[in-house]
């Protein structure tokens, strides 16, 4: 990436599956970025300009997630700069074979590969196996290594015996040892798995990673864990461990989980999608540096941040009640062993003698096949993409358009994965759905739609839905609710704006609790229970669901369930307070925080869309207003800092108290001053905030320079038709 953009002079995307590790690369990358002179820009969540800003001199290296690749990929295609784009890298690149995310993936690949020679592509994964298929649609080299900085060791536990996996024996392992430990009657009835055990032979000197399948089994564990370890743990590091549960509760106002404050004495915690943000980061950062030595996990973290373990020990082979897939575990095992650190890594599978031949054909069987999705997920697979070619000018005809479909990682495996249909029939079909819904219109001289020189063009509505990334499934339902919105729109407060931006996907999946309805329902103000009933969802219906009982009347679910979410997402505005809210709600916390991530995202998504209809210029002020307060949900004067990555809303609070305001404030900070000044800030995190406010207040001064210089261009340059580039937030 560095080659690309110093020596090459070409901008790099690099795309990341979570918004979590897009965060920590910017971090890691920003100082680089000021010591070479380039920039390191964000595109996650609700983050990134459409266009990129386009630069004179400096090159950018964006770092994405999935989705916010394909946009991004897209708005270069359309302003004719994806030559400016010399290298993508792709991290975990089987993720192409898992569903909606897959096919949006092999889409931004497709795409590349067809409007672009120059771009080159780097995929990687340490858990592929159909590589050939992958290497066709790429056209690529493939480079594979078994080199392993640290070794691993992998083991399998049934009752007290361990044995060594080995490939060479005749059942897949040998015998290595017995536990050694006593157990008393009540240590055995409470940790049947000796989890005590194994873990007492690692902490406190080095680090375990204990998988369990759900969440609530990672607090239970956590928990257990404590009631037996020796009473000598808690003095390992001491003064350390209290420092994170003070810094937990300032990021949380005073706030602290239960399990938590009785577990961290001891060296361990969870880790788990229930975390606030803040929380996951606390506990990260003394996890890394040896303060915490234990997490209790789910499988979400093997495939997160970078979190390695002496020990990675997989408490079941499940994962909730799915038995394990080959490359979940690997993934899993992977994390043993830290280079730099340990000289080994090991990992341990416990097991139940009904798993074990389940469990024996797991450790020896190869990887899973990585399979397109582009046309399983129809709404985001295969018709966007076809909505987005139309709209983009790369394909415009049937023929073009089955053309590119055969260059695709789909096209590759089309007579694996098809079995009634051939290509050209689904590419047929999928057309005619987007002309029925209105996104497409064919031309009118086409006597067929199965001509091959069959033209379409895109409509207002495919335009629109094309460009604000919505899912084809909801964008006449959006559309619908945006223009009922105008005919009424209540502006007394911002639930309303709320609804409207609320995802879809999301209430589709929600459970109200109709008590915590009803009683959130009597608290809102007479103009916002009129919207309410403008909706269709009266107080006497919510009512009656909170005291059980049976409606005839037919109220349509998910404006129910959506308008709930709105409530939720509207005290959270409100409030501010994370946990007064999930109490409030009886939600986990870091479900409230996902569902504020995702409403910030869709509503950056809505704010788009609204851009290409003439007739919803009114929400456009509006929307991005809110899009902002979504995204940081915090008091307005915290905004500025809390663009710098890493900062979340509790640091922010101390560099504001501490009197840095602004964002200059910060990036001309001294590190060795901030820390001095701020509680509990790490030398290596004060450098990464100094450099990420560096970066962005570079990225602001540069592109309001841009502005300038576009402002006294003589008029001659106007005259000779080099057009002012306009750029849209």
């Known amino acids: 990436m560095l080659q690309e953009l110093l020596c090459r002079q070409k901008d790099v995307l690099m795309i990341l599956p979570y918004v979590a590790i897009v965060q920590e690369k910017i971090s890691g990358l920003s100082s680089f970025g000021i010591e070479l002179g380039f920039f390191v820009e964000e595109y996650a969540g609700s983050k990134g300009r459409f266009p990129p800003t386009k630069r004179r001199e400096k090159k950018s290296l964006y770092i994405a997630t999935i989705e916010k690749g394909h946009s991004l990929v897209n708005s270069l295609i359309e302003t004719g700069r994806i030559g400016n784009l010399g290298l993508i890298v792709v991290d975990e690149l089987h993720m192409i074979g898992e569903g909606s995310r897959g096919a949006i993936l092999e889409m931004t690949l497709a795409k590349i590969l067809y409007t672009s020679k120059t771009t080159q592509i780097i995929g990687m994964s340490a858990t592929l196996n159909n590589v050939e298929d992958l290497q066709k649609f790429l056209q690529a080299e493939y480079f594979s290594s078994h080199f392993r900085p640290v070794e691993l060791k992998e083991y399998l536990k049934i009752n007290d015996t361990i044995y060594e996996v080995d490939n060479k024996a005749e059942n897949g392992m040998t015998f290595s040892r017995l536990l050694n430990f006593k157990y008393s009657d009540t240590l055995k009835k409470m940790d049947p798995d000796h989890l005590v055990a194994l873990v007492s032979e690692v902490i406190p000197n080095y680090s375990c990673l204990v998988f369990c399948p759900t969440k609530k089994n990672c607090e239970n564990v956590a928990e257990m864990l404590c009631k037996f370890l020796s009473k000598a743990h808690l003095k390992h590091r001491e003064k350390e461990k209290c420092d994170v549960i003070k810094n937990l509760q300032n990021a949380s106002n005073g706030n602290l989980c239960r399990v938590l404050k009785h577990t961290i004495p001891y060296g361990i915690a969870y880790h788990h999608s229930g975390l606030t943000n803040e929380e996951r980061k606390l506990l990260e950062e003394a996890y890394s540096t040896g303060v915490l030595c234990l997490f209790t996990c789910t499988s979400t973290l093997a495939a997160g941040v970078n979190l390695p373990a002496r ?69 985001k697979g295969i018709q966007s993409l076809f909505l987005s070619l139309i709209g983009l000018k790369i394909a415009t005809n049937l023929g073009d358009i089955y053309h590119f479909m055969n260059g695709t990682f789909f096209g590759v495996q089309q007579k694996i994965l098809l079995k ?33 020189q069959c033209n379409f063009h ?200 501490a009197g840095y305001k602004t964002l200059m404030h910060l990036a001309n900070a001294n590190p060795e001053v901030l820390i001095k000044t701020i509680d509990h800030l790490s030398r290596r995190q004060a450098k990464q905030i100094v450099s990420s406010a560096k970066m962005l207040l570079h990225e602001k001064a540069e592109a309001l320079q841009e502005e300038v210089e576009e402002l006294l261009r003589p008029p001659s340059d106007l005259a000779a038709g080099v057009a002012p580039s306009v750029e849209k937030e």
């Open 420 to 452: 009634d249909k051939s290509l050209w029939e689904i590419t047929v079909e999928s057309l005619r759905y987007l002309t029925e819904k209105g996104l497409l219109q064919r031309d009118t001289a086409c006597r067929s739609e199965e001509e091959f």
């Open 311 to 379: 020990r990675v020990i997989l408490r079941a082979p499940y994962v909730a009640k799915e038995f394990l897939k080959r490359n979940q575990y690997k993934q899993m095992i992977g994390r043993a062993g830290r280079a730099g650190i340990d000289t080994t890594g090991e990992s341990i599978l416990i097991m139940q003698e009904k798993d074990k031949k389940q469990v024996l054909e797991l450790i020896s069987k190869p990887l899973e096949n990585c399979y397109s999705h582009l046309v399983q997920e129809f709404n």
């Open 458 to 657: 895109i409509t207002k509505l495919g335009r629109a839905s094309f460009k604000g990334t919505i899912d084809l499934a909801y964008c006449d339902i959006l559309y619908r609710d945006l223009k009922r919105g105008l005919e009424g729109l209540v502006l007394e407060s911002f639930l309303h704006l709320i609804y409207l931006t609320t995802p879809y996907d999301l209430a589709s999946q929600c459970e109200p609790n109709w008590m915590i309805y009803f009683r959130q329902f009597n608290q809102l103000t007479p103009a916002e229970q009129n919207l309410a009933s403008l909706l269709g969802v009266s107080e006497s219906f919510i009512g009656k669901k909170a005291s059980g009982q049976n409606i005839r009347k037919k109220v349509d679910k998910d404006i129910v369930n959506r308008l709930y979410l709105s409530l939720v997402l509207y005290t959270l505005l409100k409030d501010t307070n994370i946990w007064s809210v999930s109490e409030k709600f009886n939600m986990p916390r870091g479900y409230l925080q996902n569902l504020l991530t995702g409403a910030a995202s869709f509503s950056s998504c809505v704010l788009h869309f609204c851009e290409e209809l003439e007739e919803f210029w009114v929400y456009k002020a509006l929307l991005a207003e809110l899009t902002k307060k979504l995204t940081y949900c915090v008091k307005a004067e915290l905004i500025p800092l809390m663009e710098v990555t890493g900062v979340l809303e509790g640091r922010a609070k101390q560099l504001y108290n």
